[in-house]
């Protein structure tokens, strides 16, 4: 899930070179924010009453928690960090450092504000006044691609948005927002000192921001990336194939993590699984297969085990297209790749179409297409499991395990290239009507 201009790319990626998506009612699974095993992921026993630190913590808050003066509290906005934080939590995730993160931010105040109560959807100033007006202190950006996600009611309007830390280091924040209902209604703002916002750096992966009489200080959970100091361990979490090799970890706003890896044989890109951050769904086995389905994500993966070690893995081989088309926490890993990795090699061995298009930078951002980076997405969008069950048939009737996992991961843009080189682009149309031109029986 992206912000609006990232969204609009990502769609693009899905729309114009993969096909489309019957788009229904969007659904935010509010029913189950709050806990796994109940409403409130509380569970009653003998004993009494047990539930989870996040839960406890998200209890409080939606109670207005005295101690920590949240009176401006709005039971009606939700924030992507607290749904994490009641999975990952639930599921024992979260490492000492983290949880006592966690907790410093759920205690920290919501400060009121004096910043307009009136609302507009098609007014984002004051949109952005009201999100930072019920932040809290201190938040926590858990997806990888820095994003901080926030939904809420407005009138007619479901609007889902976020606030985006890709350029924090420059004094920048990029704040957007759309309509669930109506995905063409969106708007975006720009913040920076020169519209009264302030960002700077606090060390440690954080950044304070300022506007008004209000300061907040957001932490990039880069912890869960498991690089730096903890990338032997992570390379050393997925068994790999002699072909094989960690690009880097990825956490979902799903609050799922992956490994993103890189095949050196077959320029393919694909997820897997990673073990080492405790899965907090409920994974179901297809019968008949060796696919799992996670009961509420509907992420889709194929086990495989490597036989000169004995262990096992698990490939993310589908997508419900309906959370892809929605836009929501459960769109797939595809938009939360890290920004600042040096991608560009590998991205032109994978995608080579993107060389016809403008070229890409260093992190995969096009160049010629504004605010817009390639979707890494090797996965089956799909209606139905049996698609996913289909393609798993259709390539272990004659593939290697060699090769295996890049044929099932495969996507049709990789071989969009050859499409564009039978018709050169003439330059006399925008590129998307190009590709739309390459591809007449796609339709948006």
Sequence with gaps: MGGTQSWMSSQIEHWHIEGTFQTRVFQRFLSSLWG???????????????????????????????????ES??????????????????????????????EASTRSRVKPSNFPVELSFDDPNTVFEYVFGQLPEIAIV?????????????????????????MADQGIVYFAYFDTKDNTLSHSLTLKEENGVVVLPQGNNAYSVEYGQKRVVFHLASEMLFRDESEK?????????????????????SGYAFILVFNTQDNALYYFLNPLVQVWDQLQKIEGTTLWSGKESGFVFETQKIEKTGQTRYLLLGVNAENIAANN?????????????????????????????????????FKQLEHQRVAISPYVAYMDNQQVVDRVQAVKADGSLQHVAALLTFESKRDFHKRIMKQP???TMSVFDYIKLQQPDIKK
């Excluded at 858990?142 to 890709?166: A, C, I, M, Q």
């Excluded at 459960?330 to 890290?338: E, N, R």
């Excluded at 920004?339 to 890409?360: C, F, H, M, Q, T």
């Design 425 to 427: 682009y003439p330059g």
């Design 329 to 365: 926490y459960f769109d797939g890993p595809f938009d939360q790749v890290p920004p600042d990795l040096d991608l560009k090699d590998k991205l032109e061995a994978s995608y080579p179409y993107v060389k016809l298009r403008g070229g890409i930078d260093q992190h995969g951002n």
């Design 142 to 166: 858990y997806p990888t691609e820095r994003y901080y996600y926030y939904s809420f009611d407005l009138g007619e309007h479901k609007v889902s948005g976020n606030l985006r830390f890709t």
């Design 36 to 70: 796994i095993n109940s409403p409130l992921g509380i569970t009653i026993t003998g004993s009494g009453m047990r539930t989870s630190a996040a839960t406890f913590s998200a209890i409080l808050l939606s109670m207005c928690f005295v101690a920590g003066g949240c």
């Design 233 to 253: 361990v992570m390379h050393n979490a997925v068994p790999l194939l002699d072909n094989e090799e960690v690009v880097t970890g990825v956490l979902d706003e």
């Design 73 to 102: 509290q709005n039971k009606n906005l939700q924030w992507n960090q607290r749904f994490v934080e009641s999975r990952l939590d639930a599921a024992g995730a979260f490492s000492s450092e983290q949880q006592q993160r966690m």
